[in-house]
């Protein structure tokens, strides 16, 4: 993987996306020469309209990214990717179209806008045909052993066949005697030289996953197999790495200590996190003004109660704050106490049930972002209730609230809505890793992402 401002990009999506960027390039030039021959006029060299072939490729790289195409899903389906990209294409033509027609510009005219768009999709469903096979060959995985047969090795075992996985293990070794969960492992005692069959292999990366490590450690091993020039890993930082999650079972206050994370040097992210927060919350709700209200006005009618309500959530460092949203319940949905929402809630209004799936009730809350109570991007916050709860139960829960919570976020893009015990462990996860790993490029990334949930209906509820 590539790391990229503290955030890890498989290589194959890396080298997709670089395919992506030449070819639509080259779907934008060749539309401009179509349009260009039609009129009978000179096309000119390629240098002279360099500008809106940047702009044409990075609006539809955009829309593909925000809509999922680099997802996992994606990546293992060529009809799964060809879908995304139909929609992904379209709403970057309709990006460029809405922009010339702003700024009153003729670079993109509609007829190459069409043009570009089936040059692209042509050429993008073609090198998912063409490549994606090889991408998600082994030859574009890094090969990794294992030290270790156990439950964790098991673990990473599972990882490896998910489909999505960019790496390959190529063995295990059975540090330990006695009975292996991975049967195959090979013992630590049938191997006279250990950096020798890491060199036969070819491993790219080696990874530690014993279950037990005090006074375990081969450290003559790893040693000999860091100065050769291959990666040595732990369970929990390559697991990570690979899911984008710290792992709540493996992990203790040692690791998070000591490992990479949690910079000091946020003084300016956070200055600039503010400052996008307040542009974008101000124009966000002077462009969904009337929607809201709107929307306000039906909720009204559909209703007994009031259009907005106000609830009590924990945000930075633990303290109260009232988020404001527009009802999607009735008014005496939580008469016998808070209590989780469920699908097919039977608390939820007609239009709220409607409002819920088009993400409208979430737009007041642009009010509580320029407030400060909240940013744009962070770990969702929860009620007091429950919070207390989650305390109890889940180690490190506290931590989640050391940045400030957000309108969407990591666990947000990448698990779907939940709302219980467990699943608020599994969040609390990716939301470790969001206050770990944070930058401006994550933010952005999340942002990007929320599209793709907003689009197909992930996580609503």
Do not use: C
Not at 50 to 75: K, N
Not at 114 to 126: C, D, P, R, W
Not at 203 to 211: C, I, K, M, N, Q
Not at 409 to 426: K, T
């Amino acid at each position: 993987m590539i790391r990229l401002f503290k955030h890890y990009i498989p290589h194959a999506v890396l080298l997709l996306g670089l395919i992506d960027l030449g070819l639509l390039m080259m779907a934008g030039d060749f539309a401009w020469r179509l349009r260009a021959e039609q009129l009978g006029m000179a096309s000119g060299p390629v240098d002279e309209r360099l500008r809106p072939l940047a702009v044409f490729t990075v609006m539809i790289l955009t829309a593909m990214i925000s809509v999922g195409v680099y997802g996992a899903d994606a990546l293992r389906s060529v009809r799964f990717a060809s879908a995304r990209l139909l929609v992904a294409v379209s709403l970057g033509i309709i990006a460029l179209a809405l922009l010339n027609s702003l700024t009153g510009g003729h670079d993109f005219w509609r007829s190459t806008l069409f043009y570009g768009m089936v040059a692209a999709i042509v050429l993008l469903v073609a090198n998912r045909l063409l490549v994606g096979g090889i991408l998600g060959a082994s030859a574009f995985r890094r090969r990794v052993l294992v030290l270790g047969a156990g439950a964790r090795a098991q673990r990473l075992r599972l990882l490896a066949e998910s489909g999505s996985a960019g790496f390959a293990i190529v063995g295990y070794v059975g540090m330990s005697e006695g009975s292996h969960i991975v049967e195959e492992a090979i013992p630590r005692s049938a191997i006279h030289n250990l950096k020798r069959h890491v060199e036969n292999l070819g491993v790219s990366e080696v990874v530690l996953a014993l279950e037990e490590r005090r006074n375990a450690l081969p450290l003559k091993d790893l040693l000999r197999i860091k100065t050769a020039g291959v990666h040595v890993n732990d369970f929990s930082s390559f697991v990570e790495r690979e899911t984008g999650r710290v792992d709540l079972d493996t992990v203790n206050p040692s690791w998070l200590i000591f490992s990479d994370g949690f910079s000091s040097g946020r003084s300016f992210s956070s200055a600039a996190k503010r400052l996008f927060d307040i542009v974008l919350s101000l124009l966000l709700l002077t462009l969904t003004a009337p929607i809201i209200l709107f929307f306000a006005l039906v909720v009204k009618l559909d209703s007994r109660g009031p259009a907005f309500f106000r609830q009590k959530r924990v945000g930075l460092y633990g303290q109260h704050f009232d988020v404001i949203k527009l009802r999607s319940m009735r008014v005496d949905a939580e008469a016998n106490g808070a209590q989780w929402a469920t699908k097919n809630d039977p608390r939820v209004t007609r239009v709220g049930n409607f409002i819920r799936k088009i993400r409208v009730d979430e737009l007041p809350q642009a009010w509580t972002v320029l407030k400060g109570e909240m940013s744009f991007v962070g770990p969702r916050p929860e009620r007091p209730e429950f919070v207390a709860d989650l305390e109890e139960k889940l180690r490190y829960y506290a931590e989640r609230h050391m940045v400030k919570p957000g309108i969407t976020g990591w666990a947000q893009v990448n698990y779907p809505y939940g709302a219980s015990i467990e699943d608020s462990r599994n969040k609390l996860e990716y939301d470790l890793y969001y206050v770990k790993n944070y930058t401006p490029f994550l933010d952005v990334l999340i942002i990007l992402q929320t599209l793709r949930v907003v689009i197909w209906h992930e996580g609503a509820r």
